[in-house]
């Protein structure tokens, strides 16, 4: 097989030829509830896996990057799919596409629809790799529904600068007569996903005119639509952003057809809900072990200005009830913009280490991502990887308590959860 010498290339014509070489898996799937968005997509679909696992459904997942292992993108029926599986059917996959160029997403994408298709299961929870319109997964003539979460800019090389036009290729995976959850969005972006719905004929299901959430308390907050409004603790998963993004997994549920959802099922559901590397806590491993008493160390993949923001307010949250300084370990891919990141981190971090991502050709230089850093207000300096960069700030963080912050990507992230588990 020859991979496509490019390793994005949006388009379905590739998909569409190996697709029919497989004998169609995309026409004999469960239930498809179809999510694209820039952030909070794995967020979402966690949360609804989780609901729906509570209320005792099977559950197929799809969803990219992995962190750890490549076969944690492929969740069949619950469990992850086996190592020696996923060889098999992507070698299978590769033989059956011949001398066809394709990409490694796409070939990706085949063998995990074919898998799908093969294991019996309730729903299949789909995310987009890229975009929407042309993204490999798009492939579903009528998914069960469809779910946008918040539009930003990001893959700019692929999806341009424009916002409302970053919108319409997301919008590409609505569908005529398919039910369409749509996430909080900026004006610019809701106006270009309605137009589409419209013209398209996609009913749809709004946050902020459908429905809504608030937070009322540091434990409590609410959901509320046409049925009534309920109250549910924050979930498991840390920050403001994923009480939107718990209450976006509970508008799609609602919406989709054939399901009755329980209040049972969703409190749950949101308590029982893994997403590694939001936010996360690490409090055990060669790393934590590595930092003086008083560290309190977290991890988080965001890797754009979005993400940044909502890093930024979650420790501006737990300064109000714990005030701590914050020190920064990050590294970032040169496809991301790193400047307007750390604008968004500037407010938290008291100082930044820089590191390369080990193993990724498009990372960011050490030194690079260093001067970006600095010219967004945060005093930084390279390092040359996550361990020397702990110890570098070993001097400030033995001061007084504090938490130390590993963000920029999904990838440094994965890179420090082998590495520390």
Known sequence: MALHPKIIDLSLDRMTDILQKLGHPEKNLPPVIHVAGTNGKGSLLAFIRSILEAAGKTVHVYTSPHLVRFAERI????????????????????????????TYFEITT?????????????????????????????????????????????????????LAGIAFEKAGILK??????????????I????????????????????????????????????????????PALLGDHQIANAATAI?????LPGFTLEKEHIDQGLQNVIWPARLQRLVKGP????LPEGVELWLDGGHNEAAGAQIAASFQSFDEVDPKPTYLICGMLNTKDQV???RKLEPITDKGI???????????????????GCAAGIDCIPAPNVEDAVDMLIPHLSKRPCRLLIAGSLYLAGGVLRRNS
Request: hydrophobic share 40%.
């Open 75 to 102: 969740v069949l029926a619950g469990e992850v799919i086996s190592e020696a599986k996923l060889s098999d059917l992507l070698t299978y996959c590769k033989t059956v596409n011949g001398t066809e160029t394709i």
């Open 110 to 162: 085949a063998a995990a629809l074919k898998a799908f298709a093969d294991t019996p299961a309730d729903y299949l929870l789909l995310e987009t790799g890229l975009g929407g319109r042309l993204d490999a997964t798009n492939v579903v003539d009528k998914p069960a529904l469809t779910a946008l979460t918040p539009i930003s800019h990001d893959h700019e090389q692929y999806l341009g600068s424009d």
């Open 176 to 189: 005529k007569d398919v039910p369409a959850v749509l996430g909080p969005q900026s004006k610019v972006v």
């Open 191 to 234: 106006k270009a996903l309605l137009e589409q719905a419209t013209k398209i004929g996609a009913p749809t299901f709004q946050h902020g005119k459908d429905w809504h959430f608030s937070i009322t308390s540091r434990d409590h907050w609410e959901y509320e639509d046409e049925e009534g409004k309920h109250t549910y603790v924050h």
């Open 251 to 255: 508008a799609c549920l609602k919406t």
């Open 287 to 290: 790393l934590a072990q590595r």
């Open 340 to 342: 307007s990141f750390f």
């Open 354 to 372: 820089t590191i390369s991502i080990e193993g990724e050709a498009a990372t960011t230089s050490a030194a690079e991502l260093a001067a970006m």
